[in-house]
């Protein structure tokens, strides 16, 4: 998907932009939400957030928070 205007699929380019993008928001809805926005699915679990990229919601990874 895209990050920084380039179209990516490494993990750690992605988690970079996420986490960028969290310290935007208020709270992790907000931040779900605006993730939805740039094409990338949050799912909260006990490992993580899990990343997937939308529309096929293909899981890319998980973010360990």
């Known amino acids: ?3 920084e205007n380039k179209l ?3 993990m750690a380019e992605i988690e970079a932009f996420l986490l ?3 310290t935007k928001t208020l709270s992790e ?3 779900r ?3 939805r926005g740039y ?3 949050l799912k909260r679990t006990t490992g993580g957030v899990e990343v997937s990229r939308l529309p096929q919601n ?3 990874g ?3 928070l």
């Open 20 to 22: 960028a993008e969290r």
């Open 58 to 60: 293909k899981l890319l």
């Open 8 to 10: 990516t699929e490494d």
């Open 39 to 41: 094409g990338y699915n």
């Open 1 to 3: 998907m895209f990050t």
């Open 33 to 35: 939400f605006r993730m």
């Open 62 to 64: 998980t973010l360990a």
């Open 29 to 31: 809805a907000e931040w």
